[in-house]
């Protein structure tokens, strides 16, 4: 497709479990990024790539999350041992260029019970 | 650290009105820029503004970069029902410009 792909769309974990979130950005797309949409609020900042470079994990909230994108193009976020504070929806966008010219992909929504 | 403030929080009009609604921040933004976010879908980029004073429009919308730097506001006019959504004003970290920092959303509702 065209736009960036992120499978799958909703998750359902149980408290403690690992979850894992794939990205497929569009084709050629230097720079990735995912975000954490909580309901109700406005998306947050995670981690950003430019290829395989990881080069802005500052808003992954604990290090029980981990982002990776070993080949510059599709792109993993880790969830080790959820907790339900974690539910929410994972927005992954790619880029050309600048961030304002990313487009978002449809999310993933997980659900920690 | 940097937060955008957006109001109101949410909006209950009938088709054809205009629609305004607004974004403040405590510190200075270089570049505004609107989203609107359907049901189960990412954000859609509506409206970049790159200089203060900027008056930008996309069809019915318009959107202005406020002189001071620490505001914008979005209008709608002539709202039609493919206007329901969130409506996100959002902007570059003042310290890594690949962070966008969103507002928490104008929900805007269509009433029939």
């Known amino acids: 497709g065209a736009g960036v792909s992120q499978s799958p769309r909703y998750k359902v974990a149980k408290r403690g479990q690992d979850v894992a979130l794939r990205c497929d950005p569009i084709?050629?797309?230097?720079?990735l990024f995912w975000y954490q949409q909580a309901l109700g609020q406005g998306p947050e900042f995670l981690t950003y790539?430019?290829?395989?470079?990881?080069?802005?994990k500052s808003g992954l909230p604990s290090d029980r999350f981990f982002a990776e994108r070993p080949e510059g193009s599709v792109s993993t976020l880790k969830i080790q041992r959820t907790q339900q504070e974690d539910s929410a929806v994972y927005l992954c966008?790619?880029?050309?260029?600048?961030?304002?010219?990313?487009?978002f992909g449809q999310g993933t929504r997980l659900t920690v019970v | 650290g940097q937060q955008l403030n957006q109001s109101p929080q949410s909006m209950f009009i009938q088709e054809g009105e205009d629609v305004s609604m607004n974004c403040t921040s405590s510190?200075?933004?270089?570049?505004w820029l609107w989203y609107k976010q359907d049901p189960g879908e990412g954000p859609v980029l509506l409206i970049a503004?790159?200089?203060?004073?900027e008056l930008t429009s996309n069809g019915r919308l318009t959107a202005q970069f406020g002189i001071t730097r620490k505001d914008s506001f979005l209008n709608i006019s002539a709202s039609i029902p493919s206007d329901v959504g969130i409506y996100f004003c959002?902007?570059?970290?003042?310290?890594?410009?690949?962070?966008?920092?969103f507002g928490k959303g104008t929900r805007l509702h269509i009433l029939p």
């Open positions: 966008a790619s880029s050309p260029d600048r961030v304002e010219e990313a487009f």
């Open positions: 084709s050629g797309h230097v720079s």
């Open positions: 790539f430019q290829n395989e470079a990881q080069l802005d």
């Open positions: 510190s200075i933004f270089n570049t």
């Open positions: 503004l790159y200089k203060a004073g």
């Open positions: 959002a902007g570059p970290s003042e310290n890594r410009d690949d962070k966008i920092i």
